[in-house]
């Protein structure tokens, strides 16, 4: 706490480190064991400052950052709000869902075709329509994802260089675009004929993304365990 609070840390893990804290914030809130309980509560005041953190920085942003990289808001929205709920933090869970909605409720024809670039471990369109589905009932959302995301054309993106950390990505991308696809299958209405494509294909994408998981290639091995852990929990779809 003392280090994230120190002068000229106000953009320290912004915000895609400060998201995962609060997801294992929330993690331990969820678990019911006497130890994770302790950690729970040593992790409070660091739990206490990235929420205050987040609260001053996103009334300030006036543009979402749509990359496919660790600056991404809407992936790290989506785990805030998520935070915010287990948590019962209304009073957070309000400032990141108005800005969800200042950012993204307007947007049209997201150029899904662009994706991915050469360093992506998120699509930018997916996550903006995971986070969103998280804030809107499924007709809603339905009607949201149509003008959004018309045609949702993907395939598996594979690794030219398992030696190289930033080409390593693309097998977090299949991994990330899974989950997404799954979340946004989980929030449209139950007969929408888009349901039965979209899971069939974040399984595809989830075959693909598991397999690439090796554990002699530091590259990938030390972060996409984290990403396969929380595709296989559905941790997102809580």
């Not at 280090?3 to 997801?23: D, K, M, S, V």
């Not at 045609?151 to 989950?179: I, M």
């Not at 294909?201 to 397999?211: H, I, P, Q, S």
Request: aromatic fraction near 10%; charge should be neutral; glycine fraction near 8%.
């Amino acid at each position: 706490m003392i280090y994230l609070n120190t002068a000229g840390r106000n953009t320290f893990e912004r915000p895609y480190g400060l998201a995962w804290l609060l997801q294992l914030a929330a993690e331990l809130k969820e678990f019911d064991d006497p130890d994770a309980r302790q950690w729970s509560a040593a992790l409070r005041p660091l739990e206490q400052a990235v929420t205050a953190r987040v609260a001053g920085w996103l009334p300030k942003l006036q543009h979402p950052i749509r990359t496919g990289e660790h600056n991404n808001t809407a992936f790290s929205m989506g785990l805030m709000l998520d935070y915010a709920r287990v948590a019962g933090d209304a009073e957070f869970g309000k400032i990141v869902e108005s800005r969800t909605r200042d950012y993204y409720l307007k947007d049209r024809n997201c150029p899904l075709a662009y994706e991915p670039s050469g360093e992506d471990f998120l699509s930018p369109c997916l996550a903006e329509a995971d986070v969103v589905r998280r804030i809107l009932p499924p007709a809603e959302f339905a009607g949201w994802f149509t003008g959004f995301l018309p045609r949702v054309n993907l395939e598996p993106t594979q690794v030219s260089d398992v030696t190289d950390g930033k080409a390593y990505h693309l097998a977090g991308l299949n991994l990330s675009r899974a989950w997404m696809l799954e979340g946004i299958v989980s929030r449209l209405p139950a007969a929408d004929p888009r349901r039965k494509p979209l899971a069939a294909l974040a399984g595809k994408l989830k075959v693909t993304g598991l397999e690439s998981i090796r554990s002699e290639h530091y590259e990938g091995g030390h972060w996409l365990g984290s990403f396969a852990a929380y595709l296989v929990s559905g941790r997102g779809l809580r």
